[in-house]
């Protein structure tokens, strides 16, 4: 197109990758052209896919990055003005689908307290035609009948759908009244009931709050002039200390928590933490220019035995960017990274370092492990990404000599053939085990076999089964009372026991007799800060048990062979 003046108008394919390209620049002739793209597109119909996926992302990255005031109003005001955009564009907007964007549909795997707390406010229905397991869903909801009901119910003469709508009020979605039932009623396994079910759920997002584009927290913005870069190696950066920790109030934690639920969501992405938060427990952390790292704890119910467990997000300007877990072991902590699409190419490797640092400071570890599944293991994303690439740069290595081979090969051939990519295939080898960053003050006899978790259990399983109780739970029971008089422990409170009952069986696996009176009541102390209200002092103090951890690897080593 022309305009009389004789200039040519740019199309809309060449504008938006106007805006790709100016919206990480920070000069001032990439802001002007930032602020023409988004003038010019604000009126313009998207007619693909594409196109409004790209342009959803460019106005979240402003959002989360701006260079200038006029850039994040503007884009702001798009983002409010976005679920408009997929009228009359019904195809387009079901291939969008799991997007997570205002106006379109999601259907994420929520867990219960998530479901509980947002299907009374959202517009999410179960999604009948894509339930596969309709025995357990009967289970389900037979949980929620009375004896007299029940009978009804299992005769045959109704279907489930049907059970729900005679027993719903008018007009209430077949979701909504699961909710309200197991509100009213609460039986005691509907949680496990609920996650056997997997029942399939249909979020119409509208304009939802926790949609991609409306959920961040509002705030006086950061303007960037740069994207910062590691100036040393990551093992050196991350054991910089970070001082602006911060532990939150619970009534402050409660925004952070939602803000979380709501970025993975509606992104069909699921962490533990924040599927079963403590509000007791959550920090933010300052990584600076903006950006805030939000480390949320897990409820002590639903607490692991040996590590401690945390969900964490990312925010740049109050943009959620990105999320991940944490879980610290002793003197190591297993994680790892997902930036959100929309941010990638901007300072996610810095980002990375800065989050790291954190962990570092809150709980003294001296290795970060990631896991295969990062980067490879039954995740196909990760090995259409090349994620291992991401954390080899950094100085992570293979913790298995065979893939350390392999990785220096493939890292020597991609430095003579920089054009090329690293097959599938090799990805899939790379991922047969974990990688490893070590910080300056590791030592070998810091590492705790990860694999040695799920053998632990097993291990307590024969020593009871050897004993003379008669039956499981006496023979745990009196392991426990073992324990706590071996420790010196004494007579304890009954919330106090309970928390005891959950290691005490582990620790029954040492020879505690041979252990100095000191020893014995640190690790007694020690053992009973897995109940406090922020898990964090028994990460912490996990690092000073190494006879515990050293006794336990080499104990359950060999029994397990």
Partial sequence: MILSSGVPVPSVRAVLRQLRVSRARFDARAAAVCRDALDRISGTPLRTVRQLLDYHDDLLFLCAFPHSLESRRAAIQQLNTFALRWRGLREIQRRAAGSGIAGTVSRPPISWPVAEAWIPQEDIDIEWDDLTDASAFDALVGELLGVVERESYESGDYTTREWIALASRPGERAAAWLVREASTRTPPRFLEAWDAAQVPLRWALGDSPRSTT????????????SFRRLEQPLAAHVAIPLEDVRLLTPARAAPIIELARSALAVRGREVHAMNHPNGAEVYLVDLGEGVRLALIGVAPAQRLSLEANYGYLLMSNGVPIGYGGVSPLYRQANTGINVFDAFRGSEATFLWGQTLRAFRSLFGVRRFVINGYQFGAGNSEAIASGAYWFYYRLGFRPGLAEDADLAEQEAARLRRHPATRTSAAVLRRLARGDLHLDLADFDASDYFEESLLSRIGAVV?????????????????????????????????AVA?????????VAALLDL????????????????????????DFALGATKQSRFFRE??????????
């Fill in 497 to 505: 026991r309970r928390t005891l009952a959950r290691l005490a069986p």
């Fill in 461 to 493: 399983a024969r020593r009871i089964a050897a004993s003379a109780a008669p039956s499981h739970r006496d023979g745990e029971a009196a392991l426990v009372d073992d324990t706590v008089r071996a420790l010196g422990i004494g007579r304890v409170p």
């Fill in 552 to 561: 336990l690897q080499s104990g359950v080593s060999s029994e397990g062979q």
């Fill in 513 to 536: 007799e041979r252990w100095s009176e000191a020893e014995r009541r640190s690790l007694g102390a020690w053992l009973q800060l897995k109940g406090d209200a922020q898990e964090r």
């Fill in 214 to 225: 409306h959920a961040r927290h509002r705030l006086t913005p950061v303007l960037r002039q």
